[in-house]
């Protein structure tokens, strides 16, 4: 075993060592969702329903998630250790390929690909991007991005190529503006080194791109988008918040500003998606923009071949997808950053080259970068530890920002599986309020729906009644199955079996939603109808999953007497 493997074997052992926290913990956040409650758990004998529909109860398109979920629900069950160790690995792959992606663009010395290896895999940023499982598409977006321009750019098969790039699109959207935009930047790098460079203009430039490449990569964007404009396919809402022109741009700029912050911190960021609205003038914007404007320069001086520049034009690409000019339903995320932590590990190294001659000086950055890595991988390791449980990774974060909404609603789903239904109401509560000061994200028809659930248990049936009706307002089809559910227990609660039946047909056929189908099968036999239901459900028994099949059998086993 030669040197250069050994070194990477080390390394690739550290990064595991500084994850290790993240591996025992169980499902947290979106997880419960998606996996445990199965919003995102296709029956293998149905994978192909993953192409025809929108991704868990969400309005995005991810069919090589849903597909993967499905499997791993299929093979581990809940035993969210599996799911932990996955996307330790696809993180570890995305660190070994950040290598290489980089290299495409600059040639890289072996001590610069261990640099850009190590600091991409202990990144302190990258914590609930790596320990969160609902994050699995950030992962393979960037994975598959990644690879994508690397086969276009060393010339390989066209249709691995592909494949690489249908792979990333169906992972997550973000990739529909990472490759070809990386793309044309790799192809920019040649035509300024003259390698592609023949005769002078704009049609010569432009001409180097037209190649069998090329346009597989732009007949798979077109087909995607073709494909995701299908009127049977729900595109995700998110209306843009009305802001002047100077909070406009002033938010978006404090957001970058934020986002450069998070990479350049050794500590890991608050899992906070709150954003204060805030005008151009505020002393935040003019320092961000300062700093903008003189990076801006950098470039300008030392030329777009330089390692620094290059970088510098990467990152601003990989941090683009946060100025939210397309609205997403958060407007800031700290997974946000993960895919700019490549060319930030590449803005490092080069850097560190550009002061190479100086000896004391770069002796003296390399000991502070020593420093900041080691302090890194330590924050890093400690942050896994938040991610035990919806209590320890949100508790911490609202009580550093009340107006964590999004945090709020989680901690009301934690306190109400512990049966702490006042501490519960009071999260929910808190995540349905509002401040116009702040652009925050929560499920406001989830918040209430559970919190309406609470006033059923409280017996506060009215309370509850109204918050479902209001809920139940542009719902979708999954979200009005979940809420209909929610209305038919009020009606069990008063004894009115037969509403239960009537709210609950409507989804008997398309919906295979365990609970719905349990307490419709009920109020049928409340009404005499037991035929109907036991028919029912004995259709539904090779459509659900083994271990909704045992519940579905035992019910048959004794009502069927």
């Known amino acids: 075993m ?22 025992s913990n169980g499902f947290v956040w979106l997880d419960h969702m998606d996996i445990t ?56 792959m995305v660190s070994g390929l950040a290598v290489v992606f980089i290299s495409i663009f600059s040639e890289l010395k072996r001590t610069e690909k261990y640099l850009v290896y190590l600091i991409v895999g202990v990144h302190s940023v990258s914590w609930f991007t790596v320990g969160a499982i609902a994050h699995l598409p950030e992962l393979l977006m960037t994975l598959f991005t990644m690879a994508t321009v690397v086969i276009y750019a060393k010339g390989g098969n066209g249709w691995v190529m592909t494949l690489s790039a249908v792979l990333a699109l169906f992972s997550k959207e973000t990739s529909l503006v990472y490759i070809p935009t990386f793309i044309l930047l790799w192809y920019m790098v040649l035509y300024q080194a003259k390698i592609v460079k023949k005769r002078k203009g704009v049609s010569a430039f432009f001409s180097g791109l037209c190649n069998k490449r090329s346009f597989l990569i732009g007949g798979v964007l077109a087909g995607y988008l073709i494909l995701r404009f299908n009127p049977a396919l729900q595109l995700w809402k998110a209306q843009a918040t009305s802001l002047s022109f100077s909070r406009t741009v002033g938010t978006r700029v404090y957001v970058i500003g934020r986002l450069l912050g998070n990479l350049i911190s050794p500590f890991s960021p608050s899992n906070s998606d709150s954003v204060t609205i805030i005008q151009i003038v505020d002393w935040r914007v003019l320092l961000t923009l300062i700093v903008l404007c003189g990076l801006a320069l ?26 939210n000019i397309v609205p997403l339903p958060r407007f800031y995320s700290i997974n946000y950053v993960y895919f700019a932590t490549i060319p930030f590990a590449f803005l490092v190294i080069s850097f560190l080259k ?31 530890f938040r991610l035990k449980n919806d209590e320890e990774l949100f508790l911490p974060a609202v009580k550093a920002d009340n107006s964590f909404l999004e945090g709020h609603f989680y901690l009301g789903n934690y306190y109400f599986a512990q049966k702490d239904f006042e501490t519960a109401k009071g999260h929910y509560q808190a995540a349905l309020s509002a401040n116009p000061t702040q652009i925050v994200y929560v499920d406001k028809r989830a918040t209430a729906v559970n919190l309406a659930g609470i006033y059923v248990i409280q017996n506060q049936l009215n309370d509850a009644s109204m918050l479902l009706n209001q809920a139940s ?66 259709q539904k028994l090779s459509r659900v999953s083994y271990s909704d099949q045992k519940i579905l059998q035992q019910w048959l086993d004794t009502n069927n007497r």
């Open 298 to 323: 950098v470039v300008r001086r030392l030329g777009f071949k330089h390692g620094v520049s290059l970088s510098l034009l990467m990152l601003a690409v990989a941090l683009s997808p946060s100025l």
């Open 2 to 23: 030669n040197k250069e493997i050994k070194t990477a074997l080390l390394l690739t052992s550290f990064i595991i060592l500084t994850h290790l926290s993240y591996v």
């Open 473 to 538: 307002i542009g719902a979708s089809g999954k979200q009005s199955a979940y809420i209909a559910y929610n209305r038919a227990l009020i009606h069990a609660r008063k004894g009115n079996p037969a509403e239960v039946v009537a709210i609950l047909n409507p989804f008997i056929d398309r919906s295979l939603h365990i609970n719905s189908l349990l307490l419709w099968s009920e109020a049928l036999v409340r009404l005499g109808n037991k035929k109907l239901a036991v028919e029912t459900i004995k």
């Open 354 to 384: 550009m002061l190479s001659q100086k000896k004391g000086v770069y002796r003296l950055n390399l000991l502070i970068l020593g420093i900041w890595l080691i302090i890194m991988s330590i924050s890093t390791f400690n942050a896994g």
């Open 37 to 92: 409650e199965k919003a995102a758990v296709i029956p293998l004998d149905q994978w192909y329903k993953a192409f025809l529909s929108n991704y868990g109860f969400t309005g995005f398109y991810r069919p090589i998630i849903s597909i993967i979920h499905s499997v791993n629900a299929h093979v581990f069950g809940e035993n969210a250790v599996y799911y932990h160790l996955l996307n330790l690995l696809f993180h570890i």
